[in-house]
């Protein structure tokens, strides 16, 4: 499954040089403002206005879905075993709300606003990892050549990747197209339900532990980490309730984390190791 495997990109060094869009795309003049239909979505009613498609919801019979959340969402975790017991995300919207609306009528503004250098960026995210941060890492780093960093980074994705799935189950929200077919995705929609985001979620647990790894990146970490959650409500897969709330599991989950002595361990590890290679740069 190609989909949404962040930890499979962790085997690798580095794709330096086909990252220079990112630098361009911290410009994008799409890119999320206070004058875009987004302000606006805050202070609409999440309740429904009917009844019409409120039973709508992501088809749990999918087989795709079925085989993906066996094979990952069943897993023993690393470190957060105990995750249930301190996670707490809203409902979203109801499907016939007002903020509903307004986030649909937000990414079909979107769609009519996609480029090419979008597209390219979707693309490139779709089986995204630590590539999308890799502009903003030393020029070295390779985690073929980081044992500690590269268990640290697998053990928390597969953490995360097992528990937004077995939050997708719970709450099993549509895709944005199902609600309103004038939504176009702009490739293949991800085989399981929308809420919360997973590409939110794991952009912003790899963004905090880069900050615990290179505090002076932290704020250029969260924007990246945003801009590609972004991304896939400008490719018509999320709601931006969707990415909010991927954001908000990310902030629990981390606060989990860094409370769990494994890994703190293996933070204290990695933090050595990205040290050694700050003080040794590794051959290019």
């Known amino acids: 499954m190609k989909h949404c ?8 060094a580095l794709p330096l040089a086909s990252l220079a869009q990112s630098r361009a795309l911290f410009k994008d003049p799409v890119f999320r403002t206070e004058s875009d239909p987004y302000s606006k979505l805050s202070g609409a009613p999440t309740k429904p ?26 897993r023993k975790m690393a470190y957060l075993g105990d995750w249930d017991k301190h996670v707490v995300l809203p409902d979203y919207p109801a499907n016939t709300s007002a903020r509903t609306r307004a986030e649909l009528d937000y990414i079909l503004d979107l769609q009519s606003k ?11 995210e779709v089986g995204n990892g630590i590539d999308s941060f890799g502009w903003l890492l030393d020029e070295h780093f390779k985690l073929s050549k980081m044992p500690a960093t590269k268990r640290l980074l697998q053990n928390t994705m597969l953490d995360v990747l097992a528990i937004q799935l077995i939050l997708k189950k719970k709450y099993l929200r549509a895709r944005p197209s199902a609600l309103d077919p004038r939504i176009k995705p702009a490739i293949e929609i991800p085989p399981y339900p929308a809420y919360p985001s997973g590409h939110s979620t794991q952009m ?6 880069f900050r615990e790894l290179k505090p002076e990146g932290a704020k250029d970490f969260e924007r990246e980490a945003f801009r590609v959650a972004w991304d896939r409500e400008m490719a018509g897969f999320h709601f931006t309730s969707d990415t909010a709330a991927g954001q908000l599991l990310a902030h629990q989950l981390m606060d989990i984390l860094m409370s769990n002595k494994a890994f703190l361990a293996d933070l204290t590890d990695a933090k050595k190791e990205w040290s050694e290679v700050k003080m040794k740069p590794q051959e290019k």
Request: no cysteine; aromatic share 10%.
């Open 114 to 124: 996609r480029t090419d250098q979008h597209l390219t960026d979707i693309k490139r």
């Open 204 to 209: 912003h647990v790899l963004a905090s532990i």
């Open 5 to 12: 495997l962040m930890i499979l990109l962790l085997s690798a």
């Open 49 to 74: 206005l009917d009844e019409k498609m409120e039973a709508l919801r992501y088809p749990d019979s999918n087989p795709a879905w079925q085989d993906f959340f066996k094979q990952y969402g069943t």
